[in-house]
């Protein structure tokens, strides 16, 4: 893959990972004021769609180097997971939006436990993200911003692990922690903000990557 390729990849997930980020800390915010709960639907929807669609491009752009079998390249394999945690996602906010414009059309327990289980899979793929071939292949462009990718990924995943566990429905039909549910997701926005703003290349690695592209 060239490295020019790669820069327009890499700005591609960081407006989708930014994007959804910001549209999932307003859906947050909304929740905590008490908004209209088909507008909040909306938004945790849209911003679904935009992680999914940016996390495609990441899983396409691992699919691009294939020096081993896929899923034995910690890239990819990180990658697929992501995508995966996405659909899951996906289906969650759908349903919960449903559930918003009609309370007896979809029961809670299939709203949380596609939650669940994508924040598992954001948690499994921020931990294989940080083997030194996936960081390699993902930010060798990129200068000295590796690091911090990984760890806002890793508090982001966190954060929502943290948000889907508060937003379990107790027998009482109360959430086990709302406060844990709303601040969760914001505060794993924010960590996945942070790291979609580093993913997106400076003038200069640009610029750099179409130079080496030309001396080729």
Known sequence: MTNTRKTRQLTAMSVGFGVGSALFAI?????????????????????????TGAAGVQWRSAADHHPRPPWRDPDWLSAAIQFTGTLYFN??????????????SVAYEKVWH??????????????????????????????GR??????ANMLGSVFFGISA???KMLPDGTLRNEGWDNWGTFLGAVGFFIAAMALRPTGDERRAARNAMTAT
Do not use: K, N
């Open 27 to 51: 859906g947050a915010m909304l929740s905590v004021m008490r908004a209209a709960p088909v507008l909040t639907g909306v938004v945790y929807a849209l911003g679904a769609v935009c992680f």
């Open 91 to 104: 289906v969650m906010t759908v349903r919960a939006l449903v559930l918003s414009i009609d309370s007896t």
């Open 114 to 143: 596609p939650d669940m289980v994508g924040s598992l899979l954001f948690l499994i793929s921020s931990w294989i993200a940080w083997h030194p071939i996936a960081r390699e292949q993902r930010h060798h462009i990129l200068r």
């Open 146 to 151: 590796s690091r911090l990718i990984c760890w």
């Open 165 to 167: 566990v508060g937003a």
